[in-house]
């Protein structure tokens, strides 16, 4: 009778055993709950006066707490350490915007949205290491201008100059990245380019005034 007794309690154990071990959807939907209800209930970290930052170390707090008191409830979850806290928060993000967003969207000002949102993009770029999408290629609308690379400079601001077919000068500035950067190079000197540009307005000091200036968005080389 002891023997069956103790198989039953066996049994028993064991099926709440298994009956705790959640998958890690559901796991990371309960500590989803558990965040909208945090933030929805616990006004006090999200005053208005709060800055950006606080509201960030509030809303990581509250999903830390769920998160150490359900990742036990799946196996999946249980030998995770901290340093997976960061994968898990961005799924539980995820969960949130169809779970609470307007409870979410509440929490930040309008400014503050907008410095989350750049903030968490740039930070997934640096942390993936993936550079920005390259520009769209030009079209035949664009500016540009045909002709040889007489110069490359490499001054405070970095420019090239051009003689097109009518031999008139052009001076474009390099502003920033563009499809073409590893084509100038000293032994393509004298090569025809095709340059595509937007026009800027930048100040001259000489002149003291903001004058119209070339800034190069992409180039290739023109095929003989």
Known sequence: ?????????????????????????????????????????????????????????ALGLCLLKSYNSHKKKSKELSDKGLEDFESIGEEVGMLMTTTCLEDFMALFSEDQLVDFIEEDDELNREFNDVPPPPPAP??????????????????????????????????????????????????????????????DHFYDLSESRYVKKKVITYIELVED
């Open 138 to 199: 030009p079209t035949e609308a664009d500016l540009n201008i045909e002709g040889k690379i007489v110069s490359l400079n490499n001054d405070a601001i970095s420019y090239i100059e051009l003689v097109d077919s009518y031999d008139k000068k052009h001076v474009f500035l390099v502003h920033g990245q563009f499809v073409g950067t590893k084509l100038l190079k000293k032994s393509n000197l004298k090569k025809e380019f095709r340059v595509y540009f937007n026009e």
């Open 1 to 57: 009778m002891r023997k069956r007794l103790t198989l039953i309690f066996l049994l028993l154990t064991m099926g709440f055993a298994f009956g705790q071990d959640l998958s890690r959807d559901e796991v990371l939907q309960l500590i989803t709950d558990d965040t909208c209800t945090c933030i929805s209930e616990d006004t006090t970290l999200f005053t208005e006066g709060k800055s950006l930052n606080q509201k960030k170390m």
